[in-house]
């Protein structure tokens, strides 16, 4: 172990950037040199600092003249695994930094084993689910790595055009309903072999519905479209009569319509007896929707 001065520190070559130390800790423990010597690789064409260069440039900036510098290990994986072991956020990585983390080990010659993966990113199968992060196209894995879907659900996104599922994963929605609704406008896109410009029209439709969700659903079944339709046609007979309003329960999974009347004088009563007469007239094919 040896002490560098800190601004020869900060000229030399760094490692990957997931591998920065970020955030530095604390600056009176960096002022005092509580801080683990940083790992470097001194038998380079030009020596390298392999983790923590955000802490060498906070010491800069606090006016630290000299930091503890120890030699990595010779061998690349262990020179690795302690840096990942330094930095200490196994599975907290995005999927940016997963895949910087791994196209540095293969540079170096380094297999993604199974100690390597937990270091990463908590699991030993980071090979195979890295694979598939980078078979997807650039958007979807701008969406993964931001956290705003998973993996799983954009490989499943099938030929969902970029500009939908960006729209939906813009929009202020739970986790949960923004997968359901991605998986169900995918399913509709491919059935209906909608273009982009439908499938934005369609994303737009569903975004700006009272209930996102089960406007997906409604888009995914056809029918229930249709029954939904239908019901709004019934009510708009019942409105002939006066303010009364018709609701079917959510996606026609319930036992009963509700019926809505303001009764505010005695006449309105009358109306209200009209709207239900006519709508009796209505009932058989009313209560088969359900």
């Known amino acids: 172990m040896q002490t560098v001065p800190v601004a020869q ?40 600092l392999l983790w923590g260069w955000t802490i060498a440039h906070r010491a800069a900036e606090l006016g630290v003249a000299e930091l503890k510098v120890a030699p990595a290990p010779a061998e690349p994986r262990a020179a690795l695994a302690l840096c990942l072991r330094l930095e200490a956020r196994s599975g907290r990585y995005s999927w940016e930094e997963r895949d910087a983390l791994a196209r540095f080990a293969e540079g170096r010659g380094v297999p993604l084993d199974a100690e390597i993966s937990l270091l990463i990113s908590g699991d030993a199968g980071l090979s195979e689910t890295l694979g598939h992060y980078r078979t997807l196209a650039p958007e979807r894995r701008r969406a993964v790595s931001e ?7 954009a490989m499943r996104l099938g030929t969902l055009p970029d500009q939908a599922s960006t729209l939906l994963c813009a929009a202020r929605l739970s986790f949960s309903a923004r997968r359901q609704i991605l998986l169900m406008l995918a399913e509709v896109v491919a059935r209906d072999a909608l273009n982009t410009a439908a499938a934005a029209a369609l ?41 009364f309003r018709l609701s079917a329960p959510p996606g026609f999974e319930g036992e009963s319509f509700e019926f809505a009347a303001r009764l505010a004088r005695p006449r309105d009563i009358d109306r209200a ?18």
């Open 9 to 48: 520190l900060c000229a030399w070559e760094r490692g990957p950037a997931p591998l920065a130390g970020d955030p530095p800790p604390p600056d009176d423990l960096i002022r005092g040199g509580f801080v683990p010597p940083l790992p470097v690789e001194l038998g380079t064409p030009r020596p390298s």
């Open 147 to 153: 956290g705003a879907i998973d993996l799983r659900t």
């Open 203 to 243: 994303t737009d439709d569903v975004i700006a519905a009272d209930d996102p969700l089960l406007a997906a659903r409604a888009a995914r079944m056809p029918r229930l479209r249709a029954m939904e339709r239908r019901v709004s046609q019934i009510e708009a007979v019942l409105r002939e009569e006066g303010p």
């Open 273 to 290: 007896i009209a709207a239900l007469t006519r709508l009796r007239g209505e009932a058989d094919e009313l209560f088969d929707l359900l």
